[in-house]
Protein backbone atom coordinates (compact mmCIF):
# COMPACT_ATOMS: atom_id res chain seq x y z
CA UNK A 1 0.00 0.00 0.00
CA UNK A 2 1.06 3.79 -0.47
CA UNK A 3 -0.84 6.50 1.54
CA UNK A 4 -0.81 9.88 -0.60
CA UNK A 5 -1.39 13.17 1.30
CA UNK A 6 -1.93 16.34 -0.09
CA UNK A 7 -1.52 20.09 1.27
CA UNK A 8 -0.92 23.38 -0.15
CA UNK A 9 -4.38 24.35 -1.67
CA UNK A 10 -6.05 27.82 -1.03
CA UNK A 11 -7.99 30.77 -2.33
CA UNK A 12 -5.68 32.83 -4.99
CA UNK A 13 -6.24 35.50 -7.16
CA UNK A 14 -5.78 35.25 -11.01
CA UNK A 15 -2.15 35.66 -12.20
CA UNK A 16 -1.21 34.16 -8.92
CA UNK A 17 1.04 30.66 -8.04
CA UNK A 18 0.22 27.91 -5.35
CA UNK A 19 2.50 25.22 -4.71
CA UNK A 20 0.95 21.94 -3.78
CA UNK A 21 2.80 18.91 -1.94
CA UNK A 22 1.95 15.38 -2.31
CA UNK A 23 3.49 13.44 0.16
CA UNK A 24 3.68 9.77 -0.09
CA UNK A 25 4.42 7.16 2.73
CA UNK A 26 4.28 3.23 2.52
CA UNK A 27 5.65 0.71 -0.56
CA UNK A 28 6.75 3.78 -2.18
CA UNK A 29 9.80 1.77 -3.74
CA UNK A 30 7.05 -0.07 -5.78
CA UNK A 31 6.13 3.28 -7.49
CA UNK A 32 7.04 3.88 -10.85
CA UNK A 33 5.29 7.08 -11.57
CA UNK A 34 3.04 9.96 -9.85
CA UNK A 35 0.10 12.13 -11.70
CA UNK A 36 -1.75 14.79 -10.13
CA UNK A 37 -5.47 15.29 -11.78
CA UNK A 38 -8.03 17.61 -11.25
CA UNK A 39 -11.48 17.87 -10.77
CA UNK A 40 -14.11 21.24 -10.65
CA UNK A 41 -17.52 20.83 -9.84
CA UNK A 42 -20.02 19.09 -11.72
CA UNK A 43 -16.89 17.97 -14.26
CA UNK A 44 -14.86 15.01 -15.36
CA UNK A 45 -11.17 14.19 -13.55
CA UNK A 46 -8.84 15.69 -15.45
CA UNK A 47 -5.16 14.53 -16.41
CA UNK A 48 -2.91 17.70 -15.16
CA UNK A 49 0.55 16.00 -15.46
CA UNK A 50 3.00 13.32 -14.41
CA UNK A 51 6.56 12.50 -13.16
CA UNK A 52 8.41 9.53 -13.35
CA UNK A 53 9.74 8.59 -10.34
CA UNK A 54 13.16 7.23 -11.78
CA UNK A 55 14.81 9.94 -13.70
CA UNK A 56 11.95 12.80 -13.88
CA UNK A 57 10.71 12.74 -16.96
CA UNK A 58 7.63 15.44 -16.71
CA UNK A 59 4.66 15.38 -19.06
CA UNK A 60 1.70 17.60 -18.60
CA UNK A 61 -1.93 18.24 -20.50
CA UNK A 62 -1.64 21.15 -22.73
CA UNK A 63 -3.79 23.10 -20.94
CA UNK A 64 -1.11 23.59 -18.04
CA UNK A 65 1.81 23.19 -20.07
CA UNK A 66 4.10 26.14 -19.64
CA UNK A 67 2.49 27.25 -16.40
CA UNK A 68 2.61 23.74 -14.03
CA UNK A 69 5.72 22.42 -13.11
CA UNK A 70 6.18 18.57 -11.67
CA UNK A 71 9.47 18.27 -9.32
CA UNK A 72 10.27 15.20 -6.79
CA UNK A 73 12.16 15.03 -3.72
CA UNK A 74 13.22 11.13 -4.01
CA UNK A 75 14.30 11.91 -0.34
CA UNK A 76 11.21 12.52 0.84
CA UNK A 77 8.96 10.71 -1.24
CA UNK A 78 7.19 14.24 -1.82
CA UNK A 79 6.06 15.33 -5.35
CA UNK A 80 4.80 18.86 -6.04
CA UNK A 81 2.79 20.71 -8.27
CA UNK A 82 3.86 24.54 -8.65
CA UNK A 83 1.42 26.22 -10.55
CA UNK A 84 1.89 29.65 -11.60
CA UNK A 85 -0.26 32.24 -13.82
CA UNK A 86 -3.41 30.74 -12.49
CA UNK A 87 -6.69 31.13 -13.91
CA UNK A 88 -9.62 31.28 -12.57
CA UNK A 89 -10.47 27.74 -14.84
CA UNK A 90 -7.66 26.21 -12.95
CA UNK A 91 -10.18 25.68 -9.85
CA UNK A 92 -10.87 22.60 -9.30
CA UNK A 93 -9.70 19.86 -6.31
CA UNK A 94 -6.37 18.75 -6.72
CA UNK A 95 -5.14 14.69 -6.29
CA UNK A 96 -2.02 13.11 -6.34
CA UNK A 97 -1.93 9.71 -7.51
CA UNK A 98 0.95 6.99 -7.39
CA UNK A 99 1.13 3.74 -9.86
CA UNK A 100 3.09 0.56 -9.51
CA UNK A 101 3.18 0.02 -13.12
CA UNK A 102 5.87 1.14 -15.53
CA UNK A 103 4.53 2.27 -19.12
CA UNK A 104 7.09 3.23 -21.87
CA UNK A 105 4.54 5.70 -23.08
CA UNK A 106 3.83 9.09 -21.79
CA UNK A 107 -0.04 9.03 -23.00
CA UNK A 108 -0.86 5.73 -20.18
CA UNK A 109 0.17 7.83 -17.54
CA UNK A 110 -3.10 10.45 -18.88
CA UNK A 111 -5.13 8.34 -17.60
CA UNK A 112 -7.09 7.62 -13.92
CA UNK A 113 -7.13 4.23 -14.76
CA UNK A 114 -3.32 3.57 -14.61
CA UNK A 115 -2.98 5.03 -11.15
CA UNK A 116 -3.24 2.53 -8.03
CA UNK A 117 -3.52 4.68 -5.05
CA UNK A 118 -4.98 8.20 -4.76
CA UNK A 119 -4.65 11.10 -2.31
CA UNK A 120 -7.67 12.78 -0.58
CA UNK A 121 -7.08 15.78 -2.59
CA UNK A 122 -6.71 19.50 -1.66
CA UNK A 123 -8.45 22.19 -3.29
CA UNK A 124 -7.45 25.19 -5.04
CA UNK A 125 -9.68 28.21 -6.14
CA UNK A 126 -8.74 31.07 -8.18
CA UNK A 127 -11.07 34.03 -8.07
CA UNK A 128 -10.50 37.49 -7.49
Known amino acids: QVHLVESGGGLVQPGGSLRLSCVASGRTFSVYAMGWFRQAPGKEREFVGF????????YYADSVKGRFTISRDNTNSTVYLQMNSLKPEDSAVYSCAAARYWYSGNVYYTSTSKYDFWGQGTRVTVSS
Open 51 to 58: IRWSGGNT
